[in-house]
């Protein structure tokens, strides 16, 4: 099965509050992860990736942290807004044939 | 989606017709991949392309061929379309390590 796989399918977040999505991995070797936001009726769209020498990385209201310990992946986005709803996968970089595998994704309900 | 073409957008079709899906990147991108996506399976990798006339398979190629004869252009053909071959079907360019760019995605009905 996929080494790649998410905690919760479904994440309902008031709008305003930091959203936190998270994903677990089984290959210790996987020195590559992305995160990906899929909107409806659209292709996935890059959000964040980071490094296996990286704990953490931010970008413009997203930040991924990388436990390497409990091969575990979040992404957390600040002051969610209702832009932010769609379906979030992370990805991992296999390492036995360099081939980038996907989460089946959590989808982000934002509440009014 | 800016740089990748996917065309057409939808599809209905007749099991056991051929079927060519079109991706056309203008990013002169070395990489590109052809996944599927369907609910409970998340994106699972067709076939991809290392180049011009560089193709291989990937974890769900069974009942799909691919070519590319030009930098831009990548085929996806199913041969003889079957219903369980009814998805929505992305193109994407990119380096592995540098993550990747979906086009917009073909939903394609085998009825």
């Known amino acids: 099965g996929e080494s790649v796989g998410l905690h919760l399918p479904t994440l309902s977040v008031q709008e305003g509050d930091n959203s936190i999505i998270n994903c677990a991995y089984s290959?210790?070797?996987?020195?590559?992860f992305i995160w990906y936001k899929q909107e409806s009726g659209k292709g996935p769209q890059f959000i964040i990736d980071?490094?296996?020498?990286?704990d953490k990385r931010q970008g413009q209201r997203v930040t991924v942290l990388l436990n390497k310990t409990v091969k575990h992946l979040s992404l957390q986005i600040a002051a969610t807004q209702p832009g932010d709803s769609a379906v979030y996968f992370c990805?991992?970089?296999?390492?036995?044939?360099?081939?980038?595998?996907f989460g089946k994704g959590t989808r982000l309900h934002i509440l009014p | 989606d800016a740089g990748i073409t996917q065309s057409p957008r939808h599809k209905v079709t007749e099991t056991g017709t051929p079927v060519t899906l079109r991706c056309h990147q203008t990013e002169n991108h070395r990489y590109m991949y052809w996944y599927r996506q369907d609910p409970g399976h998340g994106l699972r990798l067709i076939h991809y392309?290392?180049?011009?006339?560089?193709?291989d398979k990937g974890e769900v190629s069974d009942g799909y061929s691919v070519s590319r004869s030009k930098t831009e252009d990548f085929l996806l053909t199913l041969e003889s379309a079957t219903s369980s071959q009814t998805s929505v079907y992305f193109c994407a360019i990119g380096q592995e390590n540098y993550g990747y760019t979906f086009g917009s995605g073909t939903r394609l009905t085998v009825v």
């Open positions: 392309s290392y180049g011009v006339k560089d193709t």
């Open positions: 980071i490094r296996s020498n990286m």
């Open positions: 990805a991992e970089l296999r390492a036995e044939d360099d081939k980038i595998i």
């Open positions: 290959n210790s070797a996987s020195d590559y």
